[in-house]
Nanobody, 121 residues
């Protein structure tokens, strides 16, 4: 069983920055892709950014040029640097990791518990 623990959310003024972190813990696992989604109450969860095990990244159009996803594979951690934040970025942010055991053949997606990001003056 792999657990993902997120940190770094909070309240920030428009134009400000935040850095989210998501660390995976457990035993005998391999991580493939990682990424971030966000969700506003009453709306569907929205893909924000993804990063492959090789470091290739993908972003939602709404965050391109403002957000940067990165990962430290040695620490099993994915980061989301968020700059030039806008009110519309306010949401609960969830990280995920596609994980398999050393002895398994298929990946399953694990989710973090979510962290609130509020952009407001």
């Amino acid at each position: 069983q792999v657990q993902l623990v997120e940190s770094g959310g909070g309240l920030v003024q428009p134009g400000g920055s935040l850095r989210l972190s998501c660390a995976a813990s457990g035993s005998s696992f391999i991580i493939n892709g990682m990424g971030w989604y966000r969700q506003v109450p009453g709306e569907q969860r929205e893909l924000v950014a993804t990063i492959t095990s090789g470091g290739s990244t993908n972003y939602a159009d709404s965050v391109k040029g403002r957000f940067t996803i990165s990962r430290d594979s040695a620490k099993n951690t994915v980061y989301l640097q968020m700059n030039s934040l806008k009110a519309e970025d306010t949401a609960v942010y969830y990280c995920y990791a596609d994980v398999r055991s050393y002895f398994g053949s298929s990946y399953a997606r694990s989710w973090g518990q979510g962290t609130q990001v509020t952009v407001s003056s």
